[in-house]
């Protein structure tokens, strides 16, 4: 299969699986809100914020992935590292519960923008979430965690760290890791690492 088409089949683990999957959670929420004695609006008001959050990310998602594929420039602004990691978070809610995963964050409000292609470092960090959790499927209950850490690198850089207590990679295939589309899932519909350093060296 070309690189393309891979790519393209890639949306419906990155677009239809978890944003949809967290826009239905959000709906059956506000579903339960409302139907208690007494409403509760505001929980509401807040769920249909979050849809329409996420609808707003698989679109923007959906742009990126376009614009990688016509080799568009990537498209760079300030944003707060902090809060961008913070947004993907509900997308990895329903997965860390089915899992019995702890996430733990590390996050430091403290650090300036970050000027860059915000999209693309939260597609990054999702990824790895993601894998993290897929990692640590069949742990004892209680034992599996995943850590996101975001705080100072070098002069004028920060750094993102997501760190799993799971097994670790299998020496083996050490050196495929960054290969495109290389992938130990089961259901053969991982991206693999290999599209990092081009996110390293677009964001």
Do not use: C
């Amino acid at each position: 299969m070309r690189a393309k088409d891979m790519i393209m089949a890639h949306l419906d683990g990155e677009v239809s699986l978890e944003t949809l999957a967290a826009i239905r959670v959000e709906s059956y929420a506000m579903q339960r809100w409302m139907n208690r004695l007494t409403p509760n609006t505001a929980e509401v008001v807040d769920g249909i914020r979050r849809i329409q959050a996420q609808s707003e990310r698989a679109e923007q998602v959906i742009r990126s992935l376009r614009a990688l594929m016509r080799r568009e420039p990537t498209e760079r602004h300030p944003f707060q590292l902090d809060q961008a990691v913070l947004d993907i978070l509900p997308l990895v809610e329903a997965r860390l519960y089915d899992a019995d995963v702890t996430l733990q964050l590390d996050l430091d409000d403290a650090l300036p923008p970050l000027y860059g292609d915000r999209v693309q470092i939260q597609q990054v960090v999702l990824n790895l979430l993601l894998n993290a959790v897929d990692a640590l499927r069949g742990q004892p209950h209680g034992v599996a965690a995943v850590t996101l850490r975001v705080v100072p690198g070098k002069p004028g850089m920060a750094l993102i760290e997501v760190v799993d207590n799971g097994k670790g990679i299998d020496p083996a295939r050490i050196d495929q890791i960054f290969e495109p589309f290389v992938s130990t899932k089961s259901d053969g519909m991982g991206m693999g690492a290999g599209h990092l350093p081009h996110d390293r060296r677009s964001t």
